[in-house]
């Protein structure tokens, strides 16, 4: 075998042709040959580098990040040893590059940036691994977010309710924590209710600053809840928790009173100065603790003794009444009291002698039957005179009428003027016994018509409340919500409690209506039967017309402004037989238009808007009466509803001056009549200037001077807007009387005998 391999060896040296000395010794110390090249190693061996693997990174991908000054991690599987070979870039959502240090540390790099990181920003991260570097591994991208920070609501405690160690003796519906901050939110909120037992289960709400606990089911007497209010930290609110507690206990039965009777009556005319005053109940009283009655004049309450005798509290006054004053009487029962039931006002006047009550007996015994008015187209100026005292009356010293003050604003309300409120609204009820008076501070006064004694203030009715006095029934007066809204209430004036008798809501084809009203000046139908409003938004938006038929409680039809490319008309109104609805516009083609109840037909009636009313004809239709300044003689005229004729009935440009109107067609009761008032004129008093006086719906009218208002034009409320009740025996008009005063007003009431028309 040695042989073989010799031979092998010696056969492939002689091939290469490499001599070889057999005798030469192998040189100990080798040199190297300068002319040789060394060996390279252009692709290092894989196998010599550190391969990486990621196990972590943070922030890792999605996440939100809340400190800005978060540094940029990764994780590998094995240590490193230099953070060659390695790039860990960071770009935010503007392609912005940030800056920043790599380093290591053990098996991470740590990219830490050299400013904080911006809020609410998205930022994507790109880790590399160099191919000449010292690891191999795979590159990788992530993205990543920063968070804005939450600003706290720091949330100060005002109060709770009910209040802490507080004893109720009802049921609170709901339990509220009040704060000094308006809450936008119950996240981080919490409010439990304890009955010592379990808790209450509920709902939470939150209503402005207040956090509102609602129980699912009441609360029992009988026992002391817990309640608990905390605040989370990681919730948008900072502040203290509370807890506190309250007890429940059923109150003690209470006795049941009723009125029975009560001297004197409502409107009674005392004529016993000694008089006391007195309410008997269904019950006899155990005492008067609970239970206050007091009697008030124009100056306040009047001193007196209240006690109780069975089932009668007493009132009894400490000096004798007043002749020719008005009292009124305020009956209440404490909520905290042994007695329940319900309070009552009423008033009564002291006339120790026989005034002539309505007839006015201060008029002269003779008034009724001298009377005779001053007929047509009289021109003679009033003289100023000094303003009546409040219910003594005073003779007209050019046409002879008798005219009384009605109202005292500066001892009936401390709210300044107390006066008529337009000529379109009826203020006397439907026998006249009673009127209406508004107050500046927005209320309506109730007074007797005819001692003129002032009542009440309404309960219920405010400010423009369009007030409507029933057409039969003395006590009932109908009004709608301030400034509209989606019902008609009824108010029964004696007892001062109201009840509601029609309800819009879901009736009409606005999604969106919020309120209907008639916009000030409109009335229903002289049978009250059928009423007019236009539509609006909560934010007064105009939508359209509709009518309403109280005795079906029914929509009879709807107009639609939208559809008819309309805006809001100046007001609207029903006529009185209620076979129209008449909407006044300004400004438009469509004018003032008289539309059939039902929206079938309707007739233009005037160009325009003007101060104007719809009275009853003769005939018993409907006339809508008016002036029309753009004519060349400022023309009063009337449109006949039903037939559309037009008739002027007298020119107002007299001797070139002009004056404005108000015209009241309320006098339903004595058709083809209508009351004029004038003010406001520019020039020279001509006849029908600054007075009162009544006209036939015909051409060439009748003419019936009733006198002059004394009112000086100073202001919208200075108009005296006079109004006459449905017998056109009694007009009310507002004044203040000679003096240039645009609060100083009140109302006045002409007496007219009941034959002059």
């Not at 050299?114 to 992530?142: K, R």
């Not at 009777?261 to 409107?267: E, G, I, M």
């Not at 401390?414 to 209406?436: E, P, V």
Request: aromatic share 10%.
């Amino acid at each position: 075998m040695r042989v073989l391999l010799v031979s092998v060896l010696l056969l492939f040296l002689s091939g290469c042709q490499i001599e070889v000395d057999p005798n030469q010794e192998p040189d100990p110390n080798p040199q190297p040959n300068p002319d040789q090249e060394p060996p390279t190693n252009d692709d290092p061996d894989e196998d010599d580098k550190i391969a990486l693997t990621i196990t972590q990174r943070t922030p890792d991908q999605g996440v939100e990040v809340s400190d800005m000054d978060s540094r940029i991690r990764v994780e590998f599987d094995q240590q490193l040893t230099s953070t060659t070979g390695i790039t860990l870039e960071l770009e935010n959502e503007n392609e912005q590059t940030v800056s920043g240090e790599l380093s290591f540390s053990g098996n991470a790099v740590v990219f830490e940036p050299s400013n904080p990181l911006m809020e609410g920003m998205d930022y994507q991260a790109s880790l590399t691994i160099l191919d000449d570097g010292p690891y191999v591994g795979s590159d990788s991208e992530w993205s990543f977010s920063t968070e804005i920070p939450v600003v706290k609501t720091d949330l100060t405690l005002s109060s709770v309710q009910p209040a802490n160690q507080q004893t109720l003796m009802e049921i609170p519906s709901s339990l509220v924590v009040d704060f000094d901050q308006e809450l936008t939110t119950t996240s981080g909120l919490s409010l439990t209710v304890s009955d010592g037992t379990a808790n209450v289960p509920g709902s939470l709400s939150i209503e402005s600053a207040n956090l509102v606990f609602t129980p699912d089911s009441a609360l029992e007497f009988e026992n002391t809840y817990t309640a608990s209010m905390e605040i989370d930290a990681d919730g948008p609110y900072a502040g203290d928790d509370v807890q506190w507690a309250f007890t429940l206990e059923a109150p003690a039965t209470k006795v049941s009173l009723s009125v029975a009777s009560y001297l004197p009556a409502n409107n009674q005319l005392v004529t016993d100065e000694m008089a006391n005053v007195s309410i008997t109940f269904n019950e006899t009283l155990t005492d008067e603790s609970g239970l206050t009655l007091s009697v008030s004049d124009a100056n306040g309450e009047i001193a007196g003794v209240v006690s109780f005798d069975g089932a009668n509290l007493i009132f009894n006054p400490d000096n004798n009444l007043m002749d020719g004053t008005a009292y009124t009487v305020a009956f209440a029962i404490a909520e905290e009291g042994p007695y329940e039931g319900d309070n009552m006002n009423w008033g009564f006047q002291v006339e120790l002698e026989d005034s002539g009550g309505a007839e006015f007996a201060a008029c002269g015994s003779s008034y009724f039957a001298d009377y005779n008015p001053i007929l047509g187209k009289h021109n003679e100026s009033h003289t100023p005179s000094q303003r009546p005292t409040k219910g003594v009356a005073v003779m007209d010293p050019v046409y002879g009428t008798c005219v009384v003050r009605a109202t005292n604003h500066a001892s009936e309300t401390d709210a300044g003027f107390l006066r008529n409120d337009y000529s379109r609204r009826q203020a006397f009820n439907a026998d006249s016994t009673r009127f209406l008076a508004y107050a500046l501070d927005g209320h309506w006064h109730l007074f007797n018509a005819e001692t003129l004694a002032w009542m009440r203030i309404l309960n219920g009715p405010a400010a423009d409340a369009e007030p409507q006095w029933h057409p039969t029934n003395p006590d009932l007066l109908y009004y709608i919500p301030n400034l509209g809204g989606m019902e008609i209430r009824e108010l029964n004036v004696e007892t001062n409690t109201w009840t509601q008798v029609a309800d819009f809501a879901g009736k009409l084809p606005w999604a969106n209506a919020a309120r209907v009203w008639t916009k000030s000046e409109g009335s229903p139908s002289a049978d009250a039967r059928y009423w007019g409003f236009q539509v609006e938004t909560s934010s007064f938006a105009p939508l359209g017309l509709m009518v309403w038929d109280m005795v079906t409680s029914s929509v009879v039809g709807t107009y639609d402004f939208a559809e008819h490319g309309l805006g809001r008309p100046d007001h609207v109104s029903m006529s009185p037989t209620g076979e129209y609805i008449v909407a006044s516009w300004d400004g438009n083609d469509k004018g003032t238009t008289a539309f059939y109840r039902d929206f079938t037909s309707e007739v233009k009636v005037h160009h325009k808007s003007e101060h104007s009313d719809i009275a009853l004809l003769s005939n018993g239709n409907d006339a809508y009466v008016a002036v029309d300044y753009q004519s060349n003689a400022g023309d009063v005229f009337m449109v006949e509803l039903q037939t559309g004729e037009k008739t002027v009935l007298f020119e107002s440009y007299v001797g070139g001056t002009g004056t404005a109107f108000h015209f009241s067609g309320k006098g339903f009761n004595v058709p083809g009549w209508v009351l004029v008032s004038t003010y406001s004129s520019n020039a020279a008093t001509q006849w029908l200037h600054q007075k009162i006086y009544a006209v036939t719906l015909e051409e060439n009218p009748q003419i019936v001077n009733l006198g002059h208002h004394h009112s000086v034009s100073t202001g919208y409320w200075t108009e005296p807007h006079a109004t006459v009740n449905r017998d056109f025996t009694r007009v009310l008009f507002s004044s203040n009387w000679d003096v240039s005063s645009a609060n100083d007003i009140d109302a006045y009431m002409m007496i007219i005998p009941e034959d002059v028309f």
